[in-house]
């Protein structure tokens, strides 16, 4: 004979099923098994600590500062895998030119923190997005009985910025500013002598570079001013023009600044030393 067990019924991990046979001479005879069933799937919930992106471009966010996710998923202790949790954690992490930054991302993974008990039992683990990376994320879950929660079932905190491709870039961009023969610099000059004397055009020209994510605009600032200016000047500063390379023709002296911004808002300023053009 076979006995059903009807699982809405009986969802449960302490099902006890008992069986009694009495033959024809009265002698009587129980057995008994226990079942483990489970029919609730898994909820995951999933809530960063930082969501102010610089900005976000085709569902892509940039954030200059790292983020960390807090992953929670409610499932039966007794039929919850921490291996098969972490392991379905899914983090791509590459540079700007798409190489491998993080080997092994299961390395950001802490390990699993349980509480409660039954079907409303949670474990809550966190994720540390702190190296400069572009990264996919996504992540699922199967318990020991096969029910699953997909990607697309995941529930993230309301107002979650980009929580699937994000960039984190601390690190500000680099680049060069060269005025003809004259001279190439990588850093803002503190102190402007004006001892580059020119008696031709100066062609001025730059590059920009940025490990882990593109850059976003290059600009310039050209000025007689023979005091060099700081950060914080050169901050409130309003009037930056497009650089592509510029010509300073005759009889000018000048110091050009240059300003340089990755897609996560880093600022790089570099300067000319002071040069003069004086054609005979």
């Known amino acids: 004979k076979t006995v059903t067990i009807e699982a809405e019924k009986n969802n449960s991990c302490n099902v006890m099923l008992y069986v009694t046979v009495t033959d024809n001479a009265g002698n009587v005879r129980t057995e008994s098994v226990a079942v ?3 029919i609730t799937e898994p909820t995951i919930t999933v809530d960063f600590d930082n969501d102010a992106a610089y900005k976000v471009v085709d569902g892509k966010g940039y954030f200059p500062d790292g983020r960390t996710a ?5 499932e039966r202790t007794a039929h919850f895998d921490e291996a098969e949790a972490t392991g379905n954690i899914k983090i791509y992490a590459v540079d700007a030119l798409d190489k491998t930054v993080i080997e092994n991302c299961s390395v950001l993974v802490s ?6 008990t039954g079907d409303n039992a949670t474990h809550t683990a ?5 190296a400069d990376a572009n990264y996919e994320f996504t992540l699922n879950y199967e318990d020991l009985a096969t ?4 990607y697309e079932n995941v529930k ?6 980009a929580p699937r491709f994000f960039a984190v870039d601390k690190t500000a961009p680099t680049g060069t500013v ?4 004259l001279g190439t610099w990588d850093k803002l000059i503190e102190t402007l002598t004006f001892g580059l004397w020119s008696r031709d055009t100066v062609d001025v020209t730059g590059t920009a570079n940025d490990v882990t994510t593109p850059i976003e605009s290059v600009s310039y ?3 007689s001013d023979t005091i060099a200016k700081s950060i914080d000047e050169l901050e409130a500063i309003t009037n930056w023009s497009k650089f592509d390379g510029i010509k300073v023709h005759a009889d000018e002296k000048f110091v050009v600044y240059v300003k340089i911004v990755d897609s996560a808002g880093n600022v790089t300023y570099i300067s000319t030393n002071g040069i003069i053009a004086d054609e005979p």
């Open 156 to 161: 993230f905190a309301e107002g979650t910025v």
């Open 221 to 223: 600032y050209k000025t």
């Open 70 to 74: 807090t992953v929670v998923i409610t």
């Open 36 to 38: 483990d069933i489970d």
């Open 126 to 130: 966190t994720i540390d997005f702190t």
């Open 178 to 181: 060269t005025a003809s023969e």
């Open 111 to 116: 390990s699993w923190m349980p509480n409660g």
């Open 147 to 150: 029910n699953i929660c997909k």
